[in-house]
């Protein structure tokens, strides 16, 4: 069974920064496209960032040049570091693992963001 476990997550200031970590077994790690996902209290979630196998990455306008995707592949772990957090960024953050059209999440880890 596909295990995501996030990590990384807290309470900052605003024009902070945190990284959060996403962890994955028991998988092929390197064959899987990764994805960060977000929600807020009241809110659908909603895609910030994606990386493909090969990893190319996409971000929605909302984090474009704060939030940055990245994965290393034999630690089978995928990052996202975030700059310039701002209240607005305040959710629970989701990892999701997508291989085949089979989608596995992990349990999120809170990031508040508040002065």
């Known amino acids: 069974q596909v295990q995501l476990v996030e990590s990384g997550g807290g309470y900052v200031q605003p024009g902070g920064s945190l990284r959060l970590s996403c962890a994955a077994s028991p998988i092929t790690f390197s064959l899987y496209a990764m994805g960060w996902y977000r929600q807020a209290p009241g809110k659908q979630r909603e895609l910030v960032a994606a990386i493909t196998s090969g990893g190319v990455t996409n971000y929605p306008d909302s984090v474009e040049g704060r939030f940055t995707v990245s994965r290393d592949n034999a630690k089978r772990t995928v990052y996202l570091q975030m700059n310039n957090l701002q209240p607005e960024d305040t959710a629970v953050y989701y990892c999701?693992?997508?291989?085949?059209?089979?989608?596995?999440w992990g349990q999120g880890t809170q990031v508040t963001v508040s002065s």
């Open positions: 999701k693992a997508t291989l085949s059209s089979k989608n596995y």
